[in-house]
């Protein structure tokens, strides 16, 4: 290529149409870089169908540029010249092309932004870090938002982001007369065989390719490449995004809480992955939802359910990750420090929960957000394995985990190691939850009516441990009152058959023991 005006770098998650480094490009003077790079594949061991899935999504989306008549510069991951990282690869093409200055739309990651930060002394051009527009709320907006809070929650962030969108208002009140419908999303599970079924994109020569690249290069990485069925193009997602909104959502919000063995998706959207990797715009498919709901072809608390998730959680969890990093990542409230057990690896493991959820995970690079939440997340939690640990597999094993959004939802929300600053009480639960909102209890060998001492549910007597260790930092909570008001009403012999119960079960972690 010949010298060029602007380098315009596209990171693999910045795979929009209308991302800010784009605008204002020239397609004859200016060229767009896209890397495949060792670093971003290996700084944690990624799931070999999340690698597949953001490869082939920028080849794809690289073909669509340059259909578009953009002159694309893309570095595969075994180019023989490809040197390993996004600021080599930027300098090689700086080298090769001159450009008088370099674009970048701000990245996701706090790492990735201070190498940005560094690109202008080490390479000597400009680089103009350009705000994501793809979210609703920028990063001074939450800063904003937050100040003088003595507690960021949630819900009234969410109701901020309602009225600035307009979604499900009436005027200034919000549709249905109520900003929140979860009380009727917490339907138990049920095996239904008449659902629909989730569409699946056959990979085609593009994507085989990087099938094949992956297993051959990332073979001792957890997964496989057999069965891969993602949408790697903006058609295609936009085609997954349809089929949600008339097949899945009127159903979603009763059962976004269950849990069913064989049915890993139930009515869930499956839609992040291409929302977080920049196929799909979040405001349009939150627009989407509610002209569903004004059709009355979906429910308001299936329709408000899916739209707090997106304009609710989504943005909340990247402006607390913004607000609160580098420090943040390094949060643990509780001082856990246990390694995670093998079994988070393989699913070999007894307790039925666990290794239904685990297995799902290695076959699909997906599990929904009740069971991440309160299946390996409780137990991690319980059991006091390290949340920084926990923090890298959840990154390593999700297909749609990217660090702004995992990383205070592990920290913040699953094990509660910022101390309450994101919620206000720990998401803590014994086997009755888990017996409740799924079937994975019925063919277990732990009997989850049974409380402690051998057959007993794990969960049982570690919801109590928990508790009880963690009392001092705990009691003064207003919302586990309850549950510390039963632990006293015990008897201190109940109390330490509990003790014991967990304590056992903790020892056969350590020691590596089958459990």
Known sequence: MARCRNLVFILGDQLSMSISSLSGIDRERDVVLLCEVAEETTYVRHHRKKIIFILSAMRHFA??????????????LDDADNTGSFTSELKRAVEDLRPDSIVVTEPGEWRVLEQMRGWHADIGLLVDIRPDGRYLCSHDEFKTWAQGRRQLTMEFFYREMRRKTGLLMEGDAPAGGRWNFDSENRSPAKQDLFRPRHPRFAPDETTRDVMKLVDL???????????????VTRKDAEQ?????????????????????SGDPFVNHSLLS????????????????????????????????????????WREYMRGIYWLFMPDYAQRNFFEAARPLPDFFWTAETQMACLSTVIGETIENAYAHHIQRL????????????????????YLEVYADAYEWVELPNVIGMSQFADGGLLGSKPYAASGAYISRMSDYCENCRYDVRKKTGEGACPFNALYWDFLARNAEKLSANRRLAQPYATWRRMSEAQQKTYLDSARAFLQKLDDGVPV
């Open 63 to 76: 073909k669509e540029l340059s259909a578009e008549g953009y002159k694309v510069r893309y570095i595969k």
């Open 217 to 231: 290069r990332f073979g001792d990485h957890m997964g496989s490449a057999e069965g891969f069925a993602f949408a």
């Open 240 to 260: 997954a995004a349809d089929v949600f909104i008339v097949d899945f959502l009127p159903k979603f919000g009763e059962t976004q809480d269950a849990m069913i």
């Open 273 to 312: 992955f291409y929302i977080n990797i920049g196929f799909l715009d979040a405001l349009s498919l939150c627009q989407a939802a509610e002209r569903a709901y004004l059709e009355g072809k979906a429910p308001i608390n299936a329709v408000e359910g899916f739209i707090r998730q997106i304009i609710g």
């Open 374 to 393: 309160m299946i390996t997340g409780n137990f991690a939690m319980l059991a006091g394995l390290d949340p920084h640990a926990l923090h890298e597999w």
